[in-house]
């Protein structure tokens, strides 16, 4: 367990991560994303070969982010926006997916769709947004997309498998078995390969402004927060030479 709303959990090369505050709808929190982060990063660095991304619930996958605490830096808990990682990562969504959740869903390699799975961006319709959701246009069909974005209506589980955002669609309730059968297919496989694969493949179709965006501002991040950082401006007021150890 990583946290009371964010869960993490390994078994046989598989990652889970799990949303999990159902009486808030799972919204998302400032706290939730970075414990998100602390997951992908756990995933990344460890021996899991895949993950899989879902709800502890059936009810909604994610209603977005928590207005009464908006996340700020939400992107960091966002695949292909705060980190990048080769290995493969499955959405598995039933219920609603909504705003940041659903983007955070559709940046996963593979999407799992219930039957009853609704994905829905109202940004336009709420009259306040941030751009991240322009990143989806790499992630299907650019009319769909667009459609979804600037009207604000639901698009279907139906509509989704069919235009190609999503990868499968099965009966209600079984999404988290069928990613499930999906990640160990693919922990089974060379994992060199895939991971070649999966890098090579999202460069192809490129990244959007939005990503390399996010990429500098977290590259800034980690230049001006570093200890080299925090010694050269001590150094400076002390009128001394900085010394460097990369860290």
């Not at 159902?22 to 990344?44: I, Q, S, V, Y």
């Not at 501002?217 to 401006?233: K, N, P």
Request: hydrophobic share 45%.
């Amino acid at each position: 367990m990583i946290s009371q709303h964010i869960h993490y959990s390994e078994a046989d090369g598989i990652a889970e991560i799990t949303l999990d505050r159902p009486a808030k709808r799972n919204a998302l929190t400032g706290a939730m994303f970075a414990d998100l982060e602390a997951c992908w990063t756990r995933f990344a660095e460890g021996d899991a070969r895949v993950a899989i991304l879902k709800a502890s619930d059936d009810a909604v996958f994610s209603a977005g982010a928590d207005l009464t605490d908006p996340p700020e830096q939400f992107w960091h808990g966002v695949p292909e926006f705060g980190f990048r990682c080769d290995k493969p990562i499955i959405a598995a969504i039933s219920g609603k997916a909504i705003g940041a959740g659903l983007v955070m869903a559709l940046m996963c390699d593979f999407v799992i769709l219930s039957e009853t799975a609704e994905l829905i961006y109202p940004e336009a319709r709420v009259g306040i947004a941030k751009g991240a959701a322009s990143v989806l246009v790499r992630r299907g069909p650019l009319r769909v997309i667009m459609e979804m974005l600037m009207t604000g209506d639901p698009l279907s589980a139906q509509r989704a498998y069919e235009t190609g955002i999503a990868n499968r669609l099965v009966p209600a309730g079984e999404h988290v078995a069928e990613a499930r059968r999906m990640a160990r297919q693919l922990a089974d496989n060379a994992p060199l390969v895939v991971q070649m694969l999966k890098r090579l493949s999202l460069d192809a179709a490129g990244y959007a402004p939005v990503q390399t965006m996010f990429d500098v501002t977290r590259r800034v991040e980690q230049v001006v927060g570093s200890q080299d950082a925090i010694d050269a401006l001590e150094a400076f007021r002390n009128k001394q030479k900085p010394v460097f150890h990369g860290r």
